[in-house]
């Protein structure tokens, strides 16, 4: 089966080429106890340190982290997050369900002072994937209903619920048998591929007709049954793919003239990554439930939450994640910690400027070769799109994978998703010299893979 999200990076003969140059003991020993899975195990390298926008990796190599699986806003190692930390775990490192500590419900009030407005409520989780499972919960006990709307392609995480609503097929098909019923998709959003219109490059101006026709296909879709719960979605996907203008406020429009729950998954793209704290703030359009996770965790811990407006406050009865660690103070620190050093850093302020420089950058690239067909992105969240050369649309795997490889062995590291766009996410705490050095290494690695 093929690996749809990312290039099959932990098989194939470049893989095979990069560990016969890496020899790494802790590799082997690592495949040896873990279970194997695709994009997962066996690993590529072994990492002995992380400091700010840099991992280390076994053999010494420093490596600028474009990747970080988007949870490295605040880089690795942020001095304020160790100091709380290691405060928090001499203080006070855990409250068992049914109590509750200060910085549980500071954070709590942090969080929650700073989203959307209207979403006063939370719920803590060890994972997005959790998260977005509590919101599926929270829409069906508010509406009575089941049925969710959400996009194929996209990934809401791997438990059973949220791989239902997710759209990729590496977590849908396979062995796991049967997912959730009632949960229908549309094709997903983009205007490069759109899968309705022509497609519109990064230098030919977005308009809304590229969204219009998908807009139109999910209101028939919400409006034909009536009985949808939830639309979910990513408001900007982290391949990335950003939808039309307007096309986020006409499925806004849909959902309430249906009665369904609009949830956005912020998961990879919430905290300042595309150059605001919220990317739903850059379409103008205000979720009923909210899903953030990843970087809220300072680079350090596992800390989701799910934000919903006092409306689903209506599971006083019953559990809808009842989870251990549902207000675990080291999580809730590193949560607060992350909100205080985002704010008081101007992350986001970096996110917006740095993300500005880098889409240029990649646009510049692109005019020099005919194989990066699409460059776009938000903030620091950037994506170039490799295609054929020949018709300027194939996806083109195989050369985004030499790109990879090439850009690793020089220090960067980034990764690629759909298979063929590479994707450059780095820590918002990252300098203009930081980022001129990582498009120095893409440069010199376009140059030799062409
Ligand atoms: C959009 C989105 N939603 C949900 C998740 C799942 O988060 P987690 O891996 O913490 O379960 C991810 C993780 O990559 C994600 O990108």
């Avoid at 990252?430 to 893409?442: H, K, N, P, R, S």
């Amino acid at each position: 089966m093929p690996a749809q999200s990312e290039s099959d990076t932990n098989s194939g003969t470049r893989r095979d080429d990069w560990n016969r140059g890496h020899p790494d003991t802790l590799v082997e020993r690592d495949a040896a106890v873990y279970l194997h899975q695709a994009v997962s195990t066996p690993v590529l390298t072994g990492i002995v340190g992380a400091e700010g926008v840099h991992l280390v990796g076994s053999d010494g190599t420093r490596y600028l982290d474009f990747h970080g699986n988007s949870a490295h806003q605040l880089g690795y190692g942020h001095p304020r997050i160790i100091a709380a930390l290691t405060e928090q775990l001499q203080a006070l490192p855990f409250v068992p369900r049914r109590f509750t500590s200060a910085v549980s419900v500071e954070f709590a009030e942090k969080l929650l002072s700073v989203a959307p407005a209207g979403l006063d409520r939370m719920l803590m989780t060890t994972g997005g994937s959790d998260a977005v499972e509590v919101a599926l919960k929270l829409a069906r006990a508010k509406t009575g209903r089941f049925k969710t709307v959400s996009f194929w392609e996209a990934f809401h995480g791997a438990g059973f619920g949220a791989a239902s609503v997710g759209g990729e097929q590496l977590f849908r098909t396979g062995p796991i048998g049967p997912l959730l019923t009632g949960t229908e998709h549309v094709p997903p959003i983009g205007c490069y591929r759109d899968r309705f219109g022509a497609g519109h490059r990064f230098d030919q101006p977005h308009t809304e007709s590229c969204g219009r026709t998908l807009a139109e296909l999910i209101d028939y879709t919400l409006r034909v049954q009536g009985d949808v719960a939830a639309l979910v979605a990513e408001p900007m996907r982290a391949v990335p793919e950003m939808a039309a203008p307007g096309f986020w406020r006409a499925v806004r429009r849909s959902c309430d003239d249906t009665g369904t729950v609009l949830v956005f998954d912020e998961i990879p793209t919430g905290l300042g990554r595309t150059g605001r704290l919220w990317s739903s703030s850059h379409e103008g359009t205000v979720p009923d439930i909210l899903v953030v996770g990843k970087g809220l965790g300072g680079g350090a811990m596992p800390v989701a939450a799910v934000l919903a407006t006092d409306e689903f406050d209506v599971g006083a009865d019953w559990a809808f994640g009842h989870y251990t660690h549902e207000k675990n103070p080291l999580m809730a620190r590193a949560g607060l910690t992350t909100l205080q050093v985002i704010e008081e850093e101007g992350l986001v302020e970096n996110s917006a400027r740095l993300g500005a420089v880098a889409l240029s950058r990649g646009r510049e690239l692109a005019s020099r070769y005919d194989s990066i067909g699409d460059v776009r992105g938000r903030g620091l969240m950037i994506g170039l799109e490799l295609v054929s050369r020949d018709d300027g649309r194939t996806p083109d795997n195989d050369l985004a994978e030499a790109v990879l490889y090439a850009a690793l062995r020089r220090g960067l590291s980034f990764k690629t998703t759909m298979g063929n766009v590479l994707t450059l996410s780095p820590a918002l705490v990252i300098t203009d010299e930081q980022l001129d050095e990582a498009f120095g290494i893409l440069e010199d690695a376009f140059a030799e893979v062409s």
